[in-house]
C-alpha cells in the first residue's frame, strides 16, 4: 500500500486506482478512504484516476495526537501532490475535507489543481466567542462523543443520510465511524471550536472552476451558513442543491452524485473517452 510523508513526519496512507486525469477526494471526520468507493469504482472505469488519502489518525495513516486543523490538512495534501507527482488535479472533498480543500488552495495556489468540488461543506464562518449558543452546540457533540460514542453516533445516522440511503449503508457507515480512535474522534470535533477554522478568506483566493454540491436537508451543515456562503464567495462557482439530500449525499445519492462530478470533470476537459 502506497504511503507518503507528511511536513511533520506523520506517515499517511492513499489510494491510488487507474489511470488518467488525477481525481483527489478528501473525506472528512470520522471515516477513511473508503469513504469515497463508489466514486473510486466509478471514475477509474471512466478513465481517471483516483487518489485517496486516509487522513491523519484516520484509516491506515499513523496515529498521532497533533495536527488536527485545516492548516495541518492542507499540508498534508500539499505533500501528497508533490509525492504522487499531481498536475491538473480536481480536488474533491466532503465535509471538513471540502474545508480543508479550501486551505490548502489558498495556502499553496493553484498550480497542480484544474479545478475544485466542494461537497457539504461545513460552515467556512469559525465560532465567535460570543455565540455561546453555537460554543455550546460544538460542546455537546464534543461531550456526547466522550460519554457514548456508539450511541450518539447512531442516534445521527437517519439525519445524517435524511432520504435514499439503506439500513445497511447507514450501519456500514457507523461501523466505520468507530474503528477511527476515540480521542482522535474528540480531537477532531474540537476542530469547530478552533478560531483558525475561518474558511472565508480561503474560499475567495479560489481561481480555479469550482462546484459547490449541497443538499437542502442538511442538518449537519446548514445550506445558508455553509454551501450558501461559499457559492457567494467563490467568484464564478456553479451551484447543485440536492432537494431533500443532507450531509451524506455521496452515498445516499450516489448515482446522482457521481454523475455530476463526472460531467464536470468532463467539463474541465480532464476525461478523454
Known amino acids: ?48 484516476r483516483a487518489i485517496v488519502p486516509d487522513r ?4 491506515r495513516s499513523d496515529y498521532v495526537a497533533r495536527g488536527f486543523d485545516y492548516d495541518t490538512y492542507a499540508g498534508d495534501l500539499a505533500a501528497l501532490l508533490e509525492h504522487a ?29 484544474a479545478g475544485a468540488v466542494l461537497v457539504s461543506m461545513v460552515s467556512p464562518m469559525p465560532i465567535l466567542p460570543e455565540d455561546r449558543a453555537a460554543i455550546e452546540a460544538a460542546q455537546l457533540v ?27 449503508a447507514m450501519d456500514a457507515l457507523i461501523a466505520r465511524t468507530l474503528t477511527v480512535p476515540l480521542e482522535v474522534a474528540v480531537k477532531t470535533a474540537r476542530t469547530f471550536l478552533d478560531p483558525r477554522s475561518d474558511n472565508l478568506s480561503d474560499l475567495r483566493a479560489f481561481t480555479v472552476p469550482t462546484l459547490i454540491v449541497h443538499g437542502d436537508k442538511d442538518s449537519f451543515s446548514p445550506f445558508e451558513n455553509s454551501g450558501r456562503l461559499a457559492h457567494q464567495a467563490i467568484p464564478g462557482s456553479r451551484l447543485l442543491l440536492y432537494e431533500g439530500a443532507s450531509h451524506g449525499l455521496t452515498i445516499s445519492e450516489q448515482g446522482r452524485f457521481t454523475s455530476d462530478l463526472i460531467a464536470f470533470i468532463e467539463e474541465l476537459s480532464l476525461v478523454s473517452r
Request: with cysteine; aromatic share 12%.
Open 142 to 168: 464534543v461531550d456526547s462523543t466522550i460519554n457514548d460514542r456508539p450511541k450518539f453516533f447512531a442516534s445521527l445516522k437517519e439525519a445524517f443520510f435524511a432520504s435514499g440511503a439503506s439500513q445497511e
Open 85 to 113: 507527482d499531481v498536475r491538473d488535479a480536481t480536488l474533491v472533498g466532503h465535509s471538513t475535507g471540502a474545508n480543508a480543500i479550501a486551505r490548502y488552495l489558498a495556502r499553496y495556489g493553484a498550480e497542480r489543481i
Open 56 to 59: 491523519r489518525g484516520h484509516g
Open 1 to 48: 500500500m502506497p504511503y507518503f510523508k507528511s511536513p511533520d513526519g506523520t506517515r499517511l496512507h492513499y489510494r491510488d486506482w487507474g489511470g488518467g486525469p488525477p481525481i483527489v477526494l478528501v473525506h472528512g471526520n470520522n471515516v477513511d478512504s473508503n469513504f469515497w468507493e463508489y466514486q473510486v469504482t466509478v471514475l477509474g472505469e471512466h478513465g481517471c
